[in-house]
Structure formats: structure tokens, C-alpha cells
């Protein structure tokens, strides 16, 4: 199985990705927390996309791609992935399509979770990430059992540095520039299911699997 899961920021494409990954035992690939690893390891690609990312913007395509190749190629994804923030452009997805027509296995079904603009705005500025193991938290809809702390692995609870306000409106609009023409992209191959993301995750997570033949 190879899914997509497309969507605002902030709409719920980590919390139901990873959701679906463990339930089928799929890879889940997040361009998103390659890259932050690669920022928090101050790699080559790190030091590149950082200066994007605090401002909201794409990191460029031709940097994203090398980062993402690799991940393709490794053994787990090789039976199956859900990529998740990736692709977010025309040229990523033509680019995905041609990797995997190379080896005769494209993607099944896109899975566009939705959400509005004030909404992304409230839900991003009350989320908390862990350090350690990257879960995700929200202080009210999703909140971790002891306050500060992952209830997974015990790690320190976060604020990413691109969850201020201004950023989160600015990664908004980068969304509805650069990916939003992603959705006529996979619409005209038949393959894209809208979901409503504003309903709780366990209804969005039903709607993910009915998609996927659940
Ligand atoms: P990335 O990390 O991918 O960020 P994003 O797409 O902006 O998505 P988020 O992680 O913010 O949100 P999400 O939709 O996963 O929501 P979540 O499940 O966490 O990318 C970061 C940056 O990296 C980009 O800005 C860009 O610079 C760069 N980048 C990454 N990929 C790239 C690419 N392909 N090309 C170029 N650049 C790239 O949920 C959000 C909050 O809501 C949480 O608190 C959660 O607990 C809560 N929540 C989830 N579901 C619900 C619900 N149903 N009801 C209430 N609360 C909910």
C-alpha cells in the first residue's frame, strides 16, 4: 500500500499518517521530520533548509527530492509507505510518479485532509512535539498524560520554532500557492479522497480507513 496524505498545515496529516502506518505497518515518511532532524543535526541539508523553514517557506525542490530518494530506497518502504508533507509540489509529484513507475508501483490513493485557515491557526498554537521521539500532542484535544512530558517515551514536550502565529499564517499561504494545485494533479487521476480534518482524530481516522479499504 503507498499513500499520500495531503493537507494544510496543522491539518492532522502526522497524527493520522502515523496512525495508519502502525495500524497496516507501513514506513511513514515525513519530509518534515527529516528535515528537522537534518536542521537539529546541522547536516549539509540541515543548514539549507533551516532558514526556509523558520520563515514558512518550501524548502527547495531539488533538496527536498535528494532527502526523500533515500528514504524511498530503504527496505521498509520498499513493501509499502504513507508519506506525509511530501510532495507539496508539482515538480515533487511528477518526480515521486517517475521514481515509482521505475520500479512498477505507484501510488494507490491521495488522501487530502482538510481544515481551515483559523482553525490550523488555534490547533498549531497549542501543539506540543517531543524531542525525543517526535509525537505529537495538542494541550487540549490531544493532550500527554503528565503536562510537558511524552507519555510514549518520557521526552520533554516542545514548541517547534515555526509554530509562532506569523509563521503559521505564512506556511498557510505557501500551502494554498504551492500545493493546493496538487489537488486537481491527483483528482485527474482519479485517485484523491477528500476528508474533513475539523471532526475528531478518531472520525478522521475512520475516514482514512474507510479510503483505504479499511
Ligand atoms: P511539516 O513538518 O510537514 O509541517 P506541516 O505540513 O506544516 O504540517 P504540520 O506538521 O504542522 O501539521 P500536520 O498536518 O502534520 O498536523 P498534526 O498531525 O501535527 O513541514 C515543516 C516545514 O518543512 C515546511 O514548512 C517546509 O519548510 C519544510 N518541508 C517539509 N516538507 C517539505 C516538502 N515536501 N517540500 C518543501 N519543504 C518541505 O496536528 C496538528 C495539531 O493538531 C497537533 O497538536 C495535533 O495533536 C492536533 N490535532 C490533530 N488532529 C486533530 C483533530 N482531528 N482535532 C483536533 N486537534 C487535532
Redesign the pocket.
Known sequence: MRIVFL?P???????QAKTLARKRNLAHL????M?RAAVAGKTVVGLVAQG??ER????PDDV?LGVIEEHLADGKAAKGFVL?????TIA?ATRLDEMLASRGAPIDRVLLIDCPKEEVVR??S??RSCRKCGA???IE??PSKKEGFCDRCGGDLYIRD?DREDVIRR?FETYERSTIPLVEYYEKKGILTKID?T???ET?AAAVEKAVGG
Not at 9 to 15: R, V
Not at 30 to 33: C, K, L, R, V
Open positions: 493537507g498545515p496543522g491539518a492532522g496529516k502526522g497524527t515525513s519530509t518534515g521530520d528535515l526556509y523553514m514558512g517557506a518550501l524548502v527536498v506525509d508533507g511530501f510532495p507539496r515533487q490547533r498549531l497549542e501543539r505529537v500532542y495538542h484535544a490531544m515555526d506556511r480534518g471532526s475528531s482524530p478522521v
